[in-house]
């Protein structure tokens, strides 16, 4: 029954993981990836190492989706002006 | 397993499936309502397992999420603005709800801690929680009309 937490965790992170591959679009890739960082941190706290959960929080939830937005963004916008003088 | 692990354990579930079921479908404006409900929903689900494990220390956890769930959120609604022009997205019954579920739990597990230390950190981590959601998505409805094309 004390299980039941860790059960829950993994097969939602499984189940995110997966979503996030699935996904077609780098924004959205994005969307569901830093859904996982979070829910990996819930796993990590479940697995009683708090330390590691509080670096994957950090990381996960807010700084890797501002690197893939970031460079996303900046590939847009070079495709565009690459376009332009055509 | 006590009841707060089990109430842990439903709120993960259930949030955690909303949430996942709303950031894989729909148009992005609905993508980014499901990721700030992430936080909502995870953040007191950690507060639940701190008080479930008997270990305060698992509080900071809560804490740091609460900091940077909306910073997230804040990161989508700057970058994504021109997907969400279209529809900018509002779910007014939505945040009042996650702040209200916040709120109840913050208030539930300040009652077990009792007076000290411990209850300023719950009560600093339940005002980080529900003022970044409500900030969150009140940046979310309104979009970022000055800041565009910057």
Do not use: H
């Amino acid at each position: 029954m004390a299980d039941a937490l860790i059960v829950v965790a993994l097969l939602l992170v499984a189940a995110s993981a997966t979503a996030a591959v699935a996904q077609r679009d780098p924004a959205r890739q994005a969307l569901v990836l830093s859904f996982m960082g979070v829910l990996l941190a819930a796993l990590f706290t479940v697995l009683q190492a708090p330390d590691v959960g509080l670096s994957q929080l950090a990381v996960g939830s807010a700084l890797t989706p501002l690197l893939i937005m970031l460079s996303v963004r900046k590939v847009r916008r070079r495709g565009r002006a690459r376009k332009e003088p055509e | 397993m006590n009841g707060w692990n089990l109430a842990a354990a439903v709120l993960l579930g259930a949030g955690g499936t909303a949430a996942l079921w709303g950031v894989t479908t729909g148009p992005p404006a609905r993508r980014v309502i499901a990721q700030n409900m992430t936080t909502s929903a995870v953040c007191p689900a950690l507060l639940l397992l701190s008080q479930g494990y008997g270990r305060p220390a698992y509080v900071d956890l809560a804490l740091l999420l609460a900091l940077l769930g909306p910073v997230g959120t804040l990161v989508f609604a700057r970058l994504l603005s021109d997907d969400l022009s279209d529809g900018p997205p509002s779910a007014r019954v939505l945040t009042w709800t996650a702040a209200g579920a916040g709120a109840a739990v913050v208030l539930a597990v300040c009652v077990a801690v009792g007076p000290g230390r411990a209850l300023v950190k719950l009560l600093v981590t339940g005002a980080l929680l529900i003022g970044g959601n409500i900030i969150a998505s009140r940046a979310l409805a309104d979009g970022f009309q000055g800041v565009r094309g910057g």
